[in-house]
């Protein structure tokens, strides 16, 4: 392509042949909007960092998915929230296909809330709309991720990672409710979906 250029004839170029000057200009300014989107893209991610403490999972924890169920943290009677000695919830949840165990779940507003979850088999996602809980469940891994609720509120938590033909229906619950009411729940009443 390179040897057209010095064999274009003089005068107005044919229908459809640019300059080689022309392409190189075009070249650049294509160059130029690409970086910008990156300087943008990566500013982004910056700033909501920074100030909406949205960051992936930083923490390595392995587990074995095959038995995951069967002993360790995340076996079913240790699921759901537990309250620690310094006052924080720690909720645990097992992601597969395709349920959240358990379904629903209930936090403390106004405290330290840590979600740890793991999945049985494929991956799947965690997302809570309009926070900073946002992360993918991988088996063979255990996803740590830090917030806290300064109001009571529900969430309805999509699983946001296909995972198979039932991922569309793969829903989970999570309640945000006033911490004096939580602290007067059962152990029942903090993994149930039914109104308290
Ligand atoms: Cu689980 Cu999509």
């Given at each position: 392509m390179a040897d057209s250029s010095s064999s274009l004839?003089?005068?107005?170029?044919p229908d459809g042949i640019v300059s080689p000057q022309v392409v190189a200009r075009t070249e650049k300014r294509w160059?130029?909007?690409?970086?910008?989107?990156l300087v943008v893209m990566v500013?982004?991610?910056v700033v909501t960092?920074?100030?909406g403490a949205l960051h992936p999972a930083s923490n390595v924890e392995i587990v074995d998915p095959q038995t995951v169920h069967l002993k360790g943290e995340f076996v079913e009677s240790n699921l759901g929230t537990a309250i620690e000695t310094d006052g924080s919830a720690t909720v645990r949840i097992v992601a597969e296909?395709?349920?959240f165990v358990p379904h629903c779940v209930t936090v403390p507003a106004g405290a330290p809330v840590k979600f740890r979850?793991?999945?049985a088999d494929v991956v799947h996602g965690f997302l809570l709309p309009h926070t900073n809980v946002n992360t993918m469940v991988v088996p063979g891994f255990v996803?740590?991720?830090r917030t806290s609720f300064a109001e009571p509120h529900e969430y309805a938590m999509p699983c946001h990672e296909f995972c198979g033909l039932g991922h569309h229906?793969?829903?989970a619950h999570v309640s945000v409710v006033p911490k004096e009411r939580f602290a007067n729940m059962s152990s029942a009443e903090r993994t149930s979906c039914a109104k308290q």
């Open positions: 004839p003089p005068g107005p170029l160059i130029m909007a690409m970086a910008a989107m500013a982004i991610i960092g920074v100030t296909t395709y349920a979850l793991t999945s996803a740590e991720v229906a793969m829903w």
